[in-house]
């Protein structure tokens, strides 16, 4: 049985270059390209946050033309990555969702590319398997990651992936691929 | 010692939906976020092949934004992954740059969504572990995956990523990323 993980973009809060909270806008290749990872890995759902109402309607405007519209007759592929995708207007909002009338909460995993995790992507992925019916919910950020009072949340902040080179700089596309790569495949 | 490691991304020759052989467009996208997933996995260089001169100018004019124009001043992290990117007109022009005078050809890796690898990561990544001196140079993709006539060309055809679910849509962006991770992390 693959774990029940879900995925979780924020737009909000997170933080700008210089550390103050600030919304994000949602880029039309954030929705897409971890879509089809999230497809890739089985993820069961894959929730863009923000709080903007113009973004929420652009959200929604590009799935629909992927889901119901001309995109979705085209690519019947893409179609499939994103039926996964669903919006909300805050974290508690996509939690609420992914709840989905069960009680208890999921675990929240954060992810951060400072070195503050102090679970390991070996640790957390030994636990998903020992317990796949327990709901994990892993929280990207975009901009320059997630605000602090989001990070307190979570149950469990996870390392930063880290290599070789101590250079931290990921596109947050890519490090959605390689997190759900190293905790589900 | 990190291994010799180049990354090519092709944009031509490589298949369209039909199977045809055609030439994609650059995305902005692609050139960025594999420049930094590069940078991460102290890859030595990242090379966009392209036949087209309007594609070759649009690449030469935003790596001169973010290597010495304002984008520099701005992101200097930014800075330091696209100092990685060069263009070419050929996977053979590419190749000759990576050589760059030394004697032997590089070791050819191409990647394959479609299930005709012959190699595995692991496998891989233990013979560039154990000669990390000789040059790989791993290939990818972009629209539906490069053409027959490279995959003959290649030494290596490394496996597909694969999953448990047996959906092989992913991007190529993330396709690298992963491709990185599994034989530098």
């Known amino acids: 049985m693959t774990p029940e993980v879900h995925v979780v973009l924020l737009h909000y809060p997170v933080l700008n270059r210089r ?3 600030v919304s994000t806008a949602v880029t039309n290749l954030d929705i897409h390209d ?12 894959y929730h863009i946050v923000t709080p903007l109402d113009a973004q929420l309607e652009l959200v929604s405007r590009i799935m629909a033309h992927w889901k119901v519209g001309h995109g979705a ?12 995708v669903r919006v ?13 009338g069960r009680e ?3 675990v929240l ?12 992507f070996g640790e957390l992925r030994q636990r998903m398997a020992a317990a796949p019916e327990v709901p994990h919910v892993i929280l990207f950020g975009t901009g320059f990651g997630i605000a602090d009072e989001v990070l307190q949340r979570a149950d469990i902040i996870l390392e930063p992936i880290g290599t070789a080179s101590d250079w931290n700089h990921l596109s947050v596309r890519a490090a959605v691929a390689i997190t759900l790569d190293r905790l589900l495949h």
């Open 109 to 120: 995993v954060a992810t951060c590319a400072r070195d503050i995790g102090q679970v390991t």
């Open 19 to 21: 550390g103050d909270i």
């Open 104 to 106: 208890g909460a999921p």
């Open 34 to 45: 971890i879509a089809r990872s999230a497809r890739t890995f089985c993820v069961r759902s």
């Open 88 to 100: 909300s207007r805050s974290l508690d909002e996509a939690l609420e969702c992914i709840r989905d």
């Open 73 to 84: 007759k085209q690519f019947p592929t893409r179609m499939e990555a994103m039926e996964l």
